[in-house]
């Protein structure tokens, strides 16, 4: 009898580990699969790029809490919010954004759920792993996700790294070439 009781408990604990285990992240990444942490892009005053907040979590995504920390040399110069709903706040007021979905996402088997998309500049500068993180909320200890049913959980916050390894010139190959007539 202890054997099977013994046998109950341990598949008990084995089929709710996954579940325990599993903790939502958010985090901010240079493609909307949510594959790319950290990106080498090209500098220049007039080059912008794309930047996204993505939630990873195997729940049907009904909203998430957090604020980004960016590197000074870094601007962020356009947010959108791609999924129907109500933003309170901004991601870079010092206190964050509180997004509400209207229809919950399908966040399962690994599917990434895009809930912001930043576009920013880098200006002429050179810079090696500059740091745009996710952080929590002022109304929060820790990042947070609510479900489909507006029960909220707490997430990790993740960051991402990018580099300008050279400064865009502002002249062009034929002044250049020009200098040496």
Not at 2 to 9: E, L, R, Y
Not at 76 to 98: A, F, H, R, S, W
């Amino acid at each position: 009898m202890k054997k099977g009781t013994i046998g109950i408990a341990l598949v008990l604990v084995l089929a709710a580990t996954p579940l325990l285990a599993q903790v939502a992240t958010v985090g901010v990444y240079f493609d909307a699969a949510g594959t790319q942490v950290s990106g080498t892009f090209n500098g220049g005053v007039d080059e912008f790029h794309k930047a996204y907040v993505v939630v990873f979590w195997e729940a049907f995504v009904g909203g998430a809490s957090y604020q980004l920390n960016v590197d000074p040399r870094v601007s962020i110069t356009e947010k959108t919010y791609p999924l129907m709903g109500i933003q309170i706040g901004d991601p870079l007021d010092g206190c964050g954004v509180e997004i509400g979905l209207t229809q919950p996402a399908f966040g399962f088997y690994s599917t990434p759920v895009v809930i912001t998309e930043l576009t920013f500049w880098t200006g002429n500068q050179i810079l090696y792993d500059a740091m745009i993180c996710v952080e929590p909320h002022c109304n929060y200890d820790t990042v947070v996700v609510a479900d489909r049913d507006a029960q909220i959980y707490e997430a990790e916050g993740l960051c991402a790294f990018l580099s300008v390894p050279v400064a865009s010139e502002a002249d062009s190959w034929g002044a250049v070439k020009n200098l040496y007539k």
